[in-house]
């Protein structure tokens, strides 16, 4: 791999997912729909749970990591059909997480 990329990077990972659906990009992926990888999610957050009740926090990073991989694919699909893009997934987190804690981004008082 070369060694210009910045492997810490969310875009890096958004980056590496939309070439792998692109034209040339991987076959596999390419033909992957919504439905096709559903279960695949579920297995991921599943194998995550697994590490926590392990107590294995190298584990842990990488299912996480695969998770993780799971939203942007499903995000770069809903993208190429028009849907959403990952940069939608992210502000309706953002803002519900605001919305949801006026006691930390507002002036609401909690005991």
Not at 64 to 89: K, N, P, R, W, Y
């Amino acid at each position: 791999m070369n060694k210009n990329y910045d492997l810490q990077s969310f875009d890096r990972l958004v980056a590496i997912i939309a070439r792998l659906r692109a034209p040339g990009g991987c076959p596999w992926d390419r033909e992957q729909t919504h439905d096709s990888i559903k279960g695949n999610m579920l297995e991921e957050a599943y194998e995550a749970i697994e590490t926590i009740d392990q107590g294995d926090m190298r584990k842990l990073c990488e299912e996480l990591g695969d998770l993780l991989m799971q939203v942007v694919l499903h995000s770069q699909m809903a993208e190429e059909e028009g849907s959403f893009t990952i940069g939608d997934v992210i502000q309706q987190i953002c803002s519900k997480l605001i919305y949801r804690h006026p006691h930390v981004f507002g002036d609401t008082k909690v005991k």
